[in-house]
C-alpha cells in the first residue's frame, strides 16, 4: 500500500478516482447485519478519505500543495499606479475658414516652427469690403433719420421777425405739413420803382437814395439794391427799367404804405409799394402733439428760435423705431467688420505645422472645405490616463510618472501628473476617473504612440518584506516551525507549520512590506504557481 507522503500528494481528482476503486472492491454480504457492520466499516474508510484527499480546506499540517520557503529581508520597494494611453501634443489646432474666397497668401510650410498671431492665410476680401461700405452708409442713413426726426420734434424759426400769428395751441395733433405760425421781417423794407432806360444806365447797386413815403411825405434814406438790365414799357410807352431800393423801417411803415424816390439828380418815373423783408408760414416737420407753444403774436424770434414743441405717443413711438433702425445698421457694420478680420488667418497657437492643405491660389469653401493646416504644439507631450476610483486618493498633482512604448524598447522617459480630473466615467458600475500627465523631454516619442505608465505613489528604501504571494486571505502568511523543513527546502512535516497574522505596508505587486508579525531572516511559505488558490483555502481566509 502506498505511503501516507504518497497519498498526500495526490491530486483531488486521483484521491476520487482511489475512492472510487476502492467502493468497487468492497464486498457487501447478502445478511443484513453483516451488511450493516461493514456499511459502517465503510462509512469510515470513506469518511477518512475524504479528510485525507477531498477536503478543500483544513488545518496547515494536512493536503498542503506544493511551496517554496522565502526568507523575510528588506528590498527597495515602489509602489505605483498602472495604466496606458495615448501620447498627444500639449496644444494642438486645426485651422478651418470661417470664409469663402481665393488664397492671396499662405507665406509658410509644413515643418515650420509657427509663433501665435502669424500670418498663415489672407484671402481676397473685396466682397467684405464693399460689405463694410454698404453697412456704413445704411448707418449714416439710419443716424441722420434719427436726428432729423429729433430735430423737427422742435418747430422752430428759420429766420429772424415778429410772429404776426400763431396758428395751433397745446394738444392739437399735427402732421407733416400742418401750419404752426406766421413770421413777417419788417425791421428793413424794399421798394422796386421804375426809372427812365437812359436814366438807370447811369445807376448802380449801392448808390444813395432817398425815398419819399406817400401820403405823409417823410423821406427816408436808402440804398440801391439791385438795377434791373431789361426795358419795360413804361406809362406813356416810355422804356423804364425796375431799381430796388432797400430802407431801414422806422418802426411804422407796412406793406401798405407806397413811395416814390430820387436817385441823385435822377426821380423815378412811377411809385411803388414797400415789401417786407420776410414773410413766412413755417409749418410742422414730423407727426405728433402739441406739447408747449413757447411764443405768442408778436414775439420778436430769431433764426432757430423755438415756435413749438411736439411730442405724444406718435413722436415716441417714431424716435423709438428710428433708435433701432439705428442699433441694427451699428450691429449689421460690426458683423461686417468682424467678416473683414477673418479673411486674414494667423496662427492661433505656438507650434509646428503638421499638415498643410492648401495654398495660395486655391479657393475655399467655409462649408465645403476641411482643416487648411494642423499646428502641434510639441513644446510638450501629454498623456490621458483612467484612475480607478479605488486608486483616486493615491495620486495628486506633481507626482513623478514613469512611462515606456514597446515602439522603443528599453527607454523609459520621465513625466509628471499635470491634474486629476473629477469628471468621472461610470461603467458597469466602475467609475474611473482621467488624469493628465505631461512629458517634457519625452526624446523619440511621437503624437499618437501607445505607452504605459506608472505612477510613483510612494518608495521605501529597506522595507521588511515578503513576496505577495506569501500572504493569505485574511493578511495570515504560513511560517514553518522547527522540522517542517527537509533539507532540499520542501516540506517534510506538514503537521510542523503554522498560520501567523501580519501587518501589512505598501507594496510592489511582487513584493509587499510587512510592518508587524515577521522580523528579518524569518521565513514563510510561498505557494508554488497553480496552488495560489489552495493556499488560500488551506489558510481559511
Not at 38 to 60: H, K, Q, T
Not at 423 to 449: K, Q, R, S, V, W
Not at 450 to 467: F, K, M, Y
Amino acid at each position: 500500500m502506498e505511503t501516507m507522503q504518497e497519498m498526500t500528494q495526490e491530486t483531488p481528482r486521483e484521491a476520487k478516482k482511489r475512492f472510487s476503486a476502492l467502493k468497487r472492491r468492497l464486498r457487501l454480504p447478502k445478511d443484513r447485519k453483516k451488511r450493516v457492520r461493514l456499511g459502517i466499516l465503510a462509512a469510515v474508510l470513506i469518511l477518512g478519505i475524504y479528510w485525507l484527499f477531498l477536503r478543500p480546506s483544513g488545518d496547515a499540517g494536512s493536503g498542503m500543495g506544493a511551496y517554496a520557503a522565502d526568507t523575510v529581508q528588506r528590498r527597495d520597494l515602489t509602489t505605483a499606479v498602472s495604466g496606458t494611453g495615448t501620447v498627444t501634443p500639449i496644444e494642438s489646432y486645426m485651422l478651418k475658414p470661417l470664409v469663402t474666397g481665393e488664397i492671396l497668401e499662405a507665406p509658410f510650410e509644413v515643418g515650420d516652427q509657427v509663433e501665435k498671431g502669424a500670418l498663415l492665410y489672407r484671402l481676397d476680401a473685396k466682397d467684405a469690403e464693399m460689405g463694410i461700405q454698404q453697412a456704413e452708409l445704411t448707418l449714416r442713413q439710419a443716424r441722420k433719420n434719427y436726428g432729423d426726426l429729433a430735430a423737427n420734434l422742435t418747430v422752430r424759426a428759420s429766420a429772424s421777425g415778429v410772429v404776426q400769428e400763431v396758428l395751433v395751441q397745446k394738444g392739437d395733433q399735427v402732421v407733416p405739413g400742418t401750419p404752426i405760425a406766421e413770421i413777417a421781417d419788417t425791421s428793413t423794407l424794399t421798394v422796386t420803382l421804375p426809372f427812365h432806360s437812359a436814366d438807370a444806365a447811369r445807376i448802380s447797386a449801392g448808390q444813395s437814395a432817398q425815398v419819399t413815403v406817400s401820403g405823409t411825405m417823410e423821406t427816408l434814406p436808402g440804398v440801391v439794391q439791385s438795377v434791373s438790365s431789361a426795358d419795360l414799357v413804361g406809362a406813356g410807352g416810355a422804356l423804364v427799367r425796375q431799381v430796388k431800393i432797400r430802407i431801414t423801417n422806422p418802426g411804422a411803415l407796412t406793406a401798405a404804405n407806397s413811395a416814390t424816390a430820387e436817385i441823385g439828380d435822377i426821380a423815378c418815373a412811377g411809385d411803388g409799394r414797400f415789401e417786407e423783408n420776410l414773410r413766412q408760414t413755417v409749418t410742422a416737420l414730423a407727426s405728433g402733439e402739441v406739447a408747449s407753444v413757447p411764443v405768442t403774436a408778436g414775439s420778436r424770434v430769431s433764426a432757430g428760435s423755438a415756435l413749438a414743441v411736439l411730442g405724444g405717443s406718435a413722436a415716441e413711438s417714431g424716435l423709438e423705431d428710428l433708435a433701432i433702425a439705428v442699433e441694427s445698421a451699428e450691429l449689421s457694420l460690426q458683423r461686417a467688420q468682424d467678416a473683414l478680420e477673418n479673411y486674414v488667418i494667423t496662427a492661433p497657437i505656438s507650434g509646428t505645422v503638421i499638415e498643410k492643405n492648401v495654398k495660395a491660389g486655391d479657393n475655399v469653401n467655409n462649408v465645403e472645405v476641411g482643416a487648411l493646416a494642423v499646428i502641434y504644439d510639441l513644446s510638450c507631450l501629454k498623456l490621458e490616463m483612467n484612475i480607478s476610483e479605488l486608486n483616486l486618493n493615491q495620486i495628486q498633482p506633481g507626482q513623478r510618472v514613469e512611462i515606456t512604448a514597446d515602439a522603443l524598447p528599453g527607454q523609459v522617459f520621465a513625466g509628471t501628473v499635470d491634474r486629476v480630473s473629477i469628471n468621472g466615467t461610470t461603467t458597469n458600475g466602475f467609475t474611473t476617473y482621467p488624469a493628465t500627465i505631461l512629458l517634457e523631454d519625452y526624446g523619440g516619442l511621437n503624437p499618437g504612440m501607445n505607452v504605459s505608465a506608472d505612477i510613483i505613489v510612494q518608495q521605501t528604501q529597506g522595507a521588511l518584506s515578503i513576496p505577495a504571494q506569501a500572504v493569505q486571505r485574511g493578511d495570515t502568511v504560513l511560517v514553518p516551525l522547527d522540522g517542517a523543513l527537509a533539507p532540499d527546502g520542501s516540506i517534510a512535516d506538514p503537521s510542523k507549520t503554522e498560520e501567523r497574522a501580519v501587518t501589512l505596508g505598501g507594496g510592489d505587486g511582487t513584493y509587499v512590506e510587512i510592518t508587524s508579525g515577521l522580523e528579518e531572516g524569518d521565513t514563510v511559505l510561498v505557494p508554488l504557481a497553480g496552488d495560489r488558490m489552495g493556499a488560500a483555502g488551506l489558510t481559511g481566509g
